[in-house]
């Protein structure tokens, strides 16, 4: 049976998944803009096909309803970013409590939340990068449909 000091990182360990999150969320970042400029563009074009037929009103409401989520998801993982390189480059990657203290303070946590290892608010924040790449994707095949359906 695993100890707690057995299940821990070895020494160095915490530094090297926040730089690999904040990298993972650098990412993320650069899908999320990427998704932004077709959203952009995918305004553009429903606009200007709108007169032709109402579907290219729908797509475009569906592109700025898209491009709202990834803006708020923008705002997101800049955040997460900005918090994993200081936990990088900081002592306090060994005691996320600290974090969990300020984030509690801010408000920006939810109680239950305390108490989490470096590893598991890792694997939850490399969510942004699965959802930042879907709704890219989403804004291209919008693009896509746009195109083919004029």
């Known amino acids: ?18 730089r690999i999150t904040a990298s993972a969320m650098h990412a993320a970042a650069r899908l999320n803009g990427a998704g932004l400029v077709l959203a952009m563009a995918n305004l553009m074009l429903a606009g200007l096909f709108a007169p032709a037929a109402l579907v290219y009103l729908i ?15 923008l705002v997101r993982i800049e955040l997460d970013r900005r918090l994993f390189e200081a936990l990088a480059v900081s002592a306090d990657a060994a005691d996320p409590d600290a974090l969990d203290q300020a984030l509690s303070a801010l408000g920006w946590q939810a109680p239950g939340r305390a108490g989490r290892s470096l590893a598991e608010r890792s694997r939850a924040t490399l969510r942004f990068l699965k959802l ?3 709704l890219a994707a989403a804004q291209l095949l919008l693009a896509l449909l746009l195109l083919l359906l004029r």
């Open 59 to 73: 797509l475009g409401l569906v592109a700025a309803i898209v491009g709202a989520a990834q803006l708020w998801l």
């Open 132 to 134: 930042a790449g879907a």
């Open 1 to 18: 049976m695993l100890t707690e000091a057995d299940s821990r990182p070895a020494p160095g360990t915490e530094a090297w998944i926040a």
